[in-house]
């Protein structure tokens, strides 16, 4: 199957820095991207789509401003924790959408831990 | 948000024991997909069931699905130490082109 890389796959940064995530589509173009965030214990909540040349869309709850999504290419999406404090301290994970004539299917990278001091 | 539920929360069986772990979704969906996560790693797709089939067998594993209940169950059989990791459904849906997930099972296989 495709795969998808993220890095780094973990992170410890200070309260108030920013953080850079990649997310890339190693053997496939992926015009769709999405992010994910898992707290311990808990399932995957979608925080917001990404597409290729155009705004992320967020989910409901989730702060743009904070979580900054830029997807240049069909290959890369990255997303950027701004002033990141203790309790963005998550497992993000990405996914990337590829689509063919029998339909969709989402791929998962390994996730990223970050933890914020 | 999250699509649904599953339950059990949690499961502990012994090994050789066969481990029932169910989804409940809300919505109409294209297909349902299982996947595995061991602690604080990335997800092991499992298994996808569309929505016009009714059961599918990969291995060990056998998911059933009921869309007029909209639920879903998996099995696996004869389980084994390895298996003990989180399993969450995830539903296509309809009115979505994105994967929605459901809250989870922490099954444990004991030796």
């Known amino acids: 199957g495709a795969v998808v890389s993220q890095h780094p796959s973990w992170v410890i940064c200070k309260s108030g820095t920013s953080v850079k995530i990649e997310c890339r589509s190693l053997d496939f173009q992926a015009t769709t991207m999405f992010w994910y965030r898992q707290f311990p214990k808990q399932s995957l909540m979608l925080m917001a789509t990404?597409?290729?040349?155009?705004?992320?869309?967020?989910e409901q709850g989730v702060e743009k401003d904070k979580f900054l999504i830029n997807h240049a290419s069909l290959t890369l999406s990255t997303l950027t924790v701004t002033s990141a404090h203790p309790e963005d301290s998550s497992f993000y994970i990405c996914s990337a959408r590829e689509s063919s004539g029998t339909g969709d299917t989402q791929y998962f990278g390994p996730g990223t831990r970050l933890t914020v001091l | 948000s999250q699509q649904g539920e599953e339950d059990p929360q949690a499961l502990s069986i012994q090994e050789g024991e066969n481990a029932t772990m169910n989804c409940s979704y809300k919505t109409s969906i294209n297909n349902l997909q299982w996947y595995r996560q061991n602690s604080g790693r990335g997800l092991v797709h499992l298994i996808l069931?569309?929505?016009?089939?009714r059961e599918k067998h990969s291995g060990r594993l056998r998911v059933t699905l009921d869309t007029s209940k909209k639920s879903s169950s998996l099995l696996i059989t004869a389980s084994r130490a390895a298996d003990t990791a989180s399993y969450f459904c995830?539903?296509?849906?309809?009115?979505?082109?994105?994967?929605?997930f459901g809250s989870g099972t922490q099954l444990t296989v004991l030796p």
């Open positions: 995830a539903t296509d849906r309809v009115s979505a082109r994105q994967l929605t």
């Open positions: 990404s597409n290729e040349g155009s705004k992320a869309t967020y």
């Open positions: 069931i569309r929505s016009n089939e």
